[in-house]
């Protein structure tokens, strides 16, 4: 029984979702890429050019095989009655004239069918067949490694929809949050302002809600970011009309990955794909070189080729020496060569074929090269991220306690409501620089392992 892609989907959130409800999913984030690689149709795409590498594979070997020609048609000629001489006689003794009445229609017309047909061998191509199947079977093996580099590219798009909503989220939270804080502020000095209490004025009043209206700013543009990042999500996964559920209830920083920067490195020069879609392209183009050349040389072949004709109102012309066109059967075995010479053009193909071949050859120095340096990027940029971490947990938590504390003291009538402001303008901006960076860092975390070849 074969599983299409939608069975496939149903059947892994029947096993992994036994509590989730049809309206309602719960989603991980190994869940999530798993769903991703099965729904994504730019995979099957990728897989659609690698039938295609095995079809031109196919037509290589196929072109050293059985070669076979048919050509026959259906006319109308003139008919003949008698035989080769003058008057049709058959035969003669003296004056033997041949007739010349073949512009003449005196024995009406007739149907003339015929038939030709050819089944030969390439018996040696000088390397030609040989070397367009070497580059088609390397061929192959780069459309492969596309797919894996598709594949990577959703994990990381995942990876970045999954945690950019967590972020939103989050920072939806911390908004709504402190949107009470400042409506309690406020309410609690509009009623002192009516009853004439405490140090307030006006002023505190209109700063209060300068600062809501810029809260409630903050938080429209943050639940559209949730909502931007769950529609990407539920696109990814291929759960658009379900509603949908993260299993993460706070965004968390994944662990710091242990592995020194060398060792980064020597995963990523013994596991990257581009170095192996490299290598096969570069014993593609010197295939394809070879090929180019081997075009100035024949092709030997054999076989065995035949022709039948037939007009049923022309007498057969019976005589060795003579082919008749319109009646005979002919059959005969045969080798030969063919040669095709195109000084012009053929020099032209090898010199591109070359060129292609030396550009290669400089972008596969460039990845040796290239490739260290992403990996160099990724790791010094976790680590970064890792430290920055820290200190932005350190200084949310003390701008939180801040914050609490001037609420307090402003209930208190000890602080003014500027002072209010300030602490939540602080709080706000530290929480959400702390989640801003977590969410920086896991995607690092996942970018260091796909530049690394082992996401």
Not at 232 to 255: H, I, M, N, W, Y
């Amino acid at each position: 029984m074969k599983f299409n892609p939608l069975n496939q989907i149903l059947l892994l959130l029947t096993l992994v979702f036994p509590q989730a409800t049809s309206a309602q999913i719960i989603l991980n984030l190994q869940t999530a890429i798993e769903l991703a690689l099965a729904h994504d149709p730019r995979v099957e795409e990728k897989r659609a050019f690698v039938r295609k590498a095995e079809a031109l594979l196919d037509e290589a070997k196929g072109s050293a095989g059985l070669r076979y020609g048919v050509d026959s048609f259906l006319a109308i000629t003139s008919g003949v009655d008698g035989g080769f001489f003058q008057n049709g006689d058959e035969s003669c003794s003296t004056n033997c004239t041949p007739r010349d009445d073949v512009r003449d229609f005196n024995d009406g017309l007739s149907l003339w069918a015929g038939l030709t047909f050819s089944v030969i061998k390439p018996l040696m191509t000088f390397g030609r067949l040989e070397n367009y199947q070497r580059a088609a079977q390397q061929n192959i093996l780069i459309k492969q490694q596309d797919v894996e580099l598709q594949r990577d590219s959703i994990h990381l798009d995942v990876v970045k929809a999954y945690y950019g909503y967590l972020t939103a989220r989050d920072s939806r939270f911390l908004l709504e949050d402190t949107r009470k804080r400042l409506i309690s502020s406020l309410e609690l000095v509009k009623e002192w302002l009516d009853q004439e209490k405490g140090t307030v004025s006006q002023s505190d009043l209109y700063a209060l809600q300068t600062g809501l209206g810029l809260m409630d700013s903050f938080l429209a543009e943050a639940e559209g970011f949730e909502a931007i990042a769950m529609a990407a999500l539920k696109l990814l996964t291929g759960l658009q009309s379900e509603t949908v559920e993260l299993e993460d209830r706070r965004l968390q920083p994944v662990e710091l990955p242990e592995l020194e920067l060398d060792d980064w490195i020597s995963l990523a020069l013994e596991n990257r794909v581009e170095f192996r879609q490299v290598e096969a392209g570069l014993a593609a183009r010197r295939a394809l070189v070879e090929a180019s050349r081997a075009d100035k040389k024949p092709i030997v072949f054999a076989g065995f080729a035949g022709s039948l004709a037939y007009a049923p109102n022309r007498n057969q012309l019976d005589n060795p020496h003579i082919f008749d066109p319109f009646n005979h059967v002919a059959l005969s075995p045969l080798i030969g060569l063919k040669w095709e010479w195109e000084p012009g053009a053929q020099p032209a193909r090898v010199a591109q074929a070359q060129a292609e071949l030396e550009a290669l050859v400089h972008t596969a120095s460039f990845a040796r090269n290239g490739i260290p340096f992403q990996v160099r990027e990724q790791y010094y940029t976790v680590q970064a991220k890792y430290k920055s971490i820290k200190a932005m947990r350190s200084s949310a938590k003390a701008a939180r306690r801040w914050m609490i504390a001037a609420y307090s003291d402003f209930e208190a009538g000890l602080e003014e409501a500027d002072k209010i402001l300030t602490a939540l303008q602080v709080y706000v901006l530290a929480y959400a620089e702390y989640l801003k960076v977590v969410n920086d860092f896991n995607n690092h975390v996942s970018k260091l392992k796909s530049v690394s070849g082992v996401l």
